[in-house]
């Protein structure tokens, strides 16, 4: 948490990655981000991971320092409800992200109308409007067939849902360049990107679609090893895996120097004729390389490497599970300030982190935790939508909206 | 390339895929930014993949539609050059990008005694300062170690450097969080990230840090099944693989329909005492459930299972190489409005993506190549630093400057 957007207003409806992502973002750096649900939570209420309770981690990491309101958004009165936080009046207000794609009550065009200089941003699975998630994108754009082991003949897909993460990092991006358009003209704009596009726009970043066009030789897998330079897995001693990059000219004399195989790769040079001082040779020459450097690495165990390396400058890593992170790297700790040890009621007691920019401006503050779902319903319903008490106790009544507290207070009345 | 940050200029100073691609970004999003090089290139001038010309697919896609200036950065007069360059006067300027940390002449505290609202975003390798990347970040947090072939025992890397996508792209929201902070009170200010940083938060938001310390089973491999609930690879009637989302119950329910096997899935449910409703009963039955499912693929071809489920509003999707993508995907082809042809000498001729983001009020325009390295050199000189011609000659004939337009001049002189 910073505040360098502090004052900021933006109301999220929302599931799953990209978007809940991108408003968690916000409110890391100071934003006031609502997000509103159904009554009883959205689709991603459950999403795994899950604590032993049951309830979801995954839903807690996501929407860090939001706001939460639980509306039933089938009845008129809650539509209407939606519309009215969605654009109501304020400078910094007036912005609204979204992957629900929703005609008739809460597209642009309808909510323009409430609000002219409203900011939407749409995230949507391709450019048609059809659904794509992470898991659909990554097969249809090739790069399960680049991953894997050499030997493994089958796509990998990844775990991670990279384009998910990249995708809601670009909302954030697409509103604070839309938001500052409104400061300097008052215009608002309606904006829309996909998941698929994103993903198709990044392969041609990285040159991807440019090599299959102009290069016969499709890209292959190539197990762990880095893509066009030098960089590999090797088994120590003591049975650890550690990555070793030579990527860069200084990476690649470092290692041939720690390594002690200087010799072996001149004589490796002599015997092709080529100059391991370019890397795409050492690309080329990689399984040679690697069979020059594994017999160093079988023979010192990982402690003794990982010294050797730091103190001759070479970077390398060494290959974990996610829980030999959390235990051993005091990066993934409260030793780090991005994280903080929070105890959540129903997850448990781990570190959370906050947002990981730094602004010399705005001071790091501790990262907040999820809302119970609907937790602050009644607070915006007073300081966004401007109700009564006599209004809002309505809706409660009515059950067009919900909140954990309302509902004890009642039972316990 | 859209307008909406028209009139912005950003200098950047750099190398790889995340600050480079957070300069891009910006550039397609219609700021003037601006990238200095060493003369002969930076540490990703030639680095893959490469066209057969030898030049760099690379470089080509992460330096689309800046402006290149090539300076002997070594020099104290290059020095200047580049402090003048990133400090030069205009309310819209003084910003800077790096991924280069270089203490004593371009860092903030001295840059910002030559322009006291500098903001300058700085991404590390980790917060200590010390160099990490891709590679060697994945690995250390864990996700090779979830990632591949259930039957498989070795980690398997990313093909794909999520993790330079995602900080790219947090480097320019942090930009732009900086300069609405710069618009409002005239504070510039120095923002760090790390590449290590971004991927522990991120861990973090998506709940894996949770999951590892209050849950006992790690989170394993799981070959191409969607975590967490329902979704899986599938090999067709003529060999092409599919996969397909059962995530949401409305996923779920039309996936079951089309492959009539509700009477199936009802007699694992009485089986197992277990709702399919509930996604991580899904989870933990994916096996049985694929199973189940596997002999319809098998009997079906490709294009009537893509038939059906588009009928029935499944989310499928097809493995691909990138060459079969960019060969059958009309989304990556000039059909996409994001996409243009473009003939790039040296390169060849393939399409070239523009911004993802759409917006209303600035309508999209044709992504713009990436410069020769140095092609702007003079022209910087001069509506950037206010050099006269004189004084650019100078820098030319001493060598402190590069261009290409400009030896081509001297030589036919």
Not at 206 to 218: E, K, Q, R, S
Not at 237 to 247: E, P, S
Not at 341 to 363: C, I, K
């Amino acid at each position: 948490m910073t505040d360098v957007l502090k004052g900021m207003r933006i109301v999220e409806g929302s599931a799953f990655v990209a978007v809940p992502l991108a408003g968690m973002t916000l409110a890391q750096m100071g934003a006031d981000v609502i997000r509103f649900d159904r009554i009883g939570g959205g689709l991603d209420a459950g999403r795994w991971p899950v604590a032993p309770s049951g309830q979801s981690l995954f839903w807690a990491g996501m929407n860090k320092g939001k706001r939460s309101i639980a509306v039933d958004m089938k009845s008129p009165e809650g539509k209407e409800l939606i519309t009215r936080i969605i654009t109501a009046p304020g400078e910094d207000a007036g912005m609204f992200l979204t992957n629900l794609r929703v005609r008739g009550w809460m597209d642009h065009e309808t909510l323009s109308q409430h609000r002219r200089d409203l900011i939407m941003v749409t995230l949507m699975g391709d450019r048609h409007g059809r659904p794509q998630v992470d898991y659909t994108v990554n097969p249809a754009l090739g790069i399960p067939d680049m991953t894997g082991p050499e030997e493994y003949e089958g796509p990998v897909a990844n775990a991670l849902p990279a384009w998910d993460l990249v995708a809601g990092n670009m909302v954030v991006s697409a509103l604070l360049a839309a938001e500052r358009h409104r400061l300097r003209t008052g215009e608002g704009q309606d904006v829309e990107l996909s998941l698929k596009d994103v993903a198709a726009a990044t392969l041609g970043h990285l040159g991807m679609i440019g090599d299959a066009v102009v290069n016969d030789a499709p890209r292959g897998k190539a197990g762990n090893a880095l893509y066009g330079a030098y960089g590999q897995d090797f088994v120590c001693a003591d049975g650890k895996r550690i990555m070793v990059i030579g990527l860069t000219a200084r990476q690649w004399s470092g290692l041939v120097k720690v390594t002690e195989t200087a010799d072996q790769m001149a004589a490796l040079e002599a015997r092709t004729g080529k100059d391991l001082k370019d890397e795409g040779v050492r690309w080329a020459l990689r399984q040679e390389i690697t069979h020059i450097l594994k017999p160093w690495f079988a023979q010192h165990p990982g402690p003794r490497i990982s010294q050797q390396f730091d103190a001759a400058g070479v970077t390398w890593s060494q290959f974990r599970s996610v829980k030999e992170a959390v235990a051993e790297d005091t990066d993934l700790s409260p030793d780090n300030p991005m994280f903080e040890q929070l105890h959540q009621p129903g997850l448990g007691t781990f570190p959370v982190p906050g947002s990981p920019m730094s602004f010399s401006r705005h001071a790091r503050k501790s990262p907040q935790k999820a809302p119970d779902l609907g937790a602050h319903t009644e607070e915006i319903l007073g300081d966004v939508v401007r109700m009564t008490d006599a209004e809002i106790a309505r809706l409660f009544d009515t059950g067009v909206v919900q909140s954990p507290n309302y509902a004890v207070g009642r039972s316990a009345a």
